[in-house]
Structures are given as C-alpha cells and as structure tokens.
C-alpha cells in the first residue's frame, strides 16, 4: 500500500495568511494526487486534482505542485471559509489512500 | 448535477452486518466507479472500497474479508455491506463518485453527506 503523510497535523492561521500544507508519499505516484477540504459535519469536497489542476468553481488562491512523491497545497491568502481539514489522496493505485488530514484553525 | 444520498440503519449489533445503500440522482450510475469511505468520530478518511457500474470490484485490503459492494444499475443504487462488525466500525460512511476528471486522473468529486453508523448492542 502507499503511504501518505500530511504535516503539519494542524495549524493555525490569521486571515490574509499564506498557508502551506505538505503531503509525501511512500513511493512515487507521478502526479495521481488530489487535494480535499472537509468542513465539520460536512462531507470532504475535491479542490484539485492531478496535483495542480483547480476543480471546477474552486478559488483560484488554492493551488497545488509538487510530483513524484513531494506535494504542497498552497492557500495564498487565508479567508475565513478556509478554516477546514484539508486531505490528500494518491489515485495511483489500489487500496486509495489518503493523508492523516491536516486542520486549519483560527489564530 | 449528480448527487448522491447514503440511506441504512444508524445502529447495528456487533457480529452483525452493517448494510447501507447509496442512490444516484441526477445523472446515470452507468459510468466510472463509486466508491464507500468511512471516517471513525475525530479520525480521518479511510477508502473501503468501490465498484464499477459493470460491477467488477476493488476493495481494501484491510477490510477485504468483510466487505462486499454490488450495484443495481436498474434502480441506480449501489450498496456496501460489513460483516462481522465491532465498535471499530463505527464511523460516518460516504459514498462517492471515483470520476475521470481530466484524461488519466480520477478524483471522488461527488459525496453523499454521509450517514453515522453506531455499534452497540
């Protein structure tokens, strides 16, 4: 199975903040990688996918890079719907997996 | 749009199996994959399994013993079965669409708002 490690585990942020979250895989997946937000109580939504692409109606201050097995979700300036769990997942191959999720909170 | 509903008891015994159903609204179950994914209360994301609408499976190795997930493409449902489950499958269960998001790259871009699932006797 491939491994997926988010860090940091949780952080916390101001509003207008640039926030960084990273995502490393135990082997390579090229760029089968995707990037969820989950707000409490809610169901995880797809912001992007194949590392870098920006789903439909996703704002555009949330980008993705990296490739191999080295990730990074990118909030360029923090608004404060963004305060969530973020959480990557390899579609590379079977079993899915996902990261341990990381949590966005209010400084 | 499509969307998708989760639907099945909220308590189940432990031994017992835990049976849940998703329905596709909105569009044609006929297409890619759906997917079951649960979160334990405080936890993460865990990928059970999916299955595709001609009905070939894949399933998480973790869980592979127990697990079974079929489609009914006539009434455009699918559905998740657990056996022999204890409170270690307690959990919010999602059902999701696996799409084909761009050419090669698959994404869960549809879920369910998820249902709470309870192991007690």
């Known amino acids: 199975d491939i491994q997926m490690t988010q860090s940091p585990s949780s952080l916390s942020a101001s509003v207008g903040d640039r926030v960084t979250i990273t995502c490393r895989a135990s082997q390579s997946i090229s760029s089968y990688l995707n990037w969820y937000q989950q707000k409490p109580g809610k169901a995880p939504k797809l912001l992007i996918y194949?590392?870098?692409s920006l789903q439909s109606g996703v704002p555009s201050r949330f980008s993705g890079s990296g490739s191999e097995t080295d990730f990074t979700l990118t909030i360029s300036s923090l608004q404060p719907e963004d305060f969530a769990a973020y959480y990557c997942?390899?579609?590379?191959?079977?079993?899915?997996?996902f990261g341990g999720g990381t949590k966005v909170e209010i400084k | 749009q499509v969307q998708l509903q989760e639907s099945g008891p909220g308590l189940v015994k432990p031994s017992e199996t835990l049976s849940l159903t998703c329905t596709v609204s909105?569009?044609?179950?006929?297409?890619?994959?759906w997917s079951w994914i649960r979160q334990p209360p405080g936890k993460g994301l865990e990928w059970i399994g999916y299955?595709?609408?001609?009905?070939?499976?894949k399933y998480n190795p973790s869980l592979k013993s127990r697990v079974t997930i079929s489609v009914d493409t006539s009434r455009n449902q699918f559905s998740l079965k657990l056996t022999s489950v204890t409170a270690a499958d307690a959990a919010v269960y999602y059902c999701a669409s696996y799409s084909l998001v761009a050419v090669s790259y698959y994404g869960m871009d549809v879920w369910g708002q998820g249902t709470t699932v309870a192991v007690s006797s």
């Open positions: 194949a590392a870098s």
């Open positions: 909105g569009g044609s179950i006929s297409s890619y994959y």
């Open positions: 997942q390899q579609s590379h191959s079977t079993p899915l997996t």
């Open positions: 299955i595709y609408y001609s009905g070939s499976t």
